[in-house]
């Protein structure tokens, strides 16, 4: 299903069109226009990846990026001419730029108040309003930090809303159709497997109905030879098959719909068939669809595209 989603929709240039938004808005806050002016990434997953990509791409720097994992920042760094900051060092590499995107996969906010706070109190004023770009899901910016005088925030929940009526949210729609579509026809499988059994019985029923009247005949009817017994085997048999066919196809047509369990259960009634009983599906269970913010942020269970710890290739997103 997520193979699907990825290779039948446009879901993937989510993460893209959120992070070039995001950089138009943070621009609107540094009159306008992104060239020259110093960056900072944190985080060197996919989402940090796209933002060193269109920070690159749009004339910012110099750029930076720093990660937990010192490793990785290098690695990304280096396949865009950036630096690399030990993230022991945020607070005073936060001071030294205008515009920040974070994307981590933190479960605790990386940008809290009190390092915010610091960095500011080492940053010029005049240079404009720090800009913290939150795109992590959970979030990375702490709570509060958004109240600090000389800071703008702009967050996922702010992006999802802007693009809600975009290409992105036509996309996320698309994978929820595929994703509801996947599961009924899951559950259309479901339900004919269940009648399944009481057919096979049905059948059993009536091969044991045949082959004892079969053994009737024969014993009334001595005189007959091997090939005229055979003969009328084999044409009970095939007046049974014939009788069958079409009740057997179209009850696992039936069962294949919602409540199709009941017309199994008449056969069984019918012709007291004994067949291990199954639990009746009826209804579909609740289906988790795409959310757009994680499907920003590349954190949606969904499609299973967890990646904010995964670089891309060398070159990243042209």
Do not use: C
């Amino acid at each position: 299903m997520g193979k699907r989603a990825h290779a039948e929709t446009g879901i993937d240039r989510a993460g893209q069109s959120v992070v070039t938004a995001a950089l138009e808005l943070a621009a609107g806050h540094l009159d306008g226009d992104l060239v020259g002016r110093p960056a900072l990434v944190v985080g060197a997953g996919a989402m940090g990846s796209l933002g060193v990509a269109t920070l690159s791409r749009l004339g910012a720097g110099p750029l930076t990026v720093t990660n937990r994992g010192a490793d990785r920042a290098v690695r990304l760094a280096e396949s865009y001419g950036a630096g690399a900051a030990p993230m022991t060092e945020l607070a005073d590499t936060l001071s030294t730029v205008d515009i920040v995107v974070a994307a981590t996969a933190s479960t605790e906010p990386v940008l809290t108040r009190t390092v915010v706070s610091a960095a500011l109190a080492e940053r010029d004023p005049a240079r404009g309003p720090l800009v913290l770009l939150d795109l992590a899901v959970p979030r990375d910016v702490e709570e509060g930090v958004a109240d600090l005088p000389g800071v703008e925030v702009i967050d996922i929940d702010r992006m999802a809303t802007l693009l809600a009526d975009g290409p992105a949210a036509a996309d996320a729609a698309a994978v929820e159709r595929i994703v509801l579509g996947e599961v009924e026809s899951f559950l259309t499988w479901l339900r004919g497997a269940d009648v399944a059994p009481t057919v096979a019985a049905l059948r059993g029923r009536a091969d044991d109905v045949v082959t004892a009247e079969l053994r009737r005949l024969a014993q009334r009817r001595p005189d007959l030879d091997d090939d005229l017994r055979a003969e009328v085997a084999r044409t009970v048999h095939r007046v049974v098959q014939r009788l069958l066919h079409q009740p057997t196809v179209k009850v696992r047509q039936l069962a294949a719909e919602p409540g199709g369990d009941q017309y199994a259960a008449l056969l069984r009634e019918l012709f007291d068939l004994q067949v291990p009983q199954t639990s009746p599906v009826d209804t579909v269970p609740e289906v988790l669809t795409p959310d757009l913010g994680a499907v920003f942020a590349g954190t949606d269970p969904v499609l299973g595209t967890d990646t904010a710890d995964q670089v891309p290739p060398t070159g990243g997103v042209r």
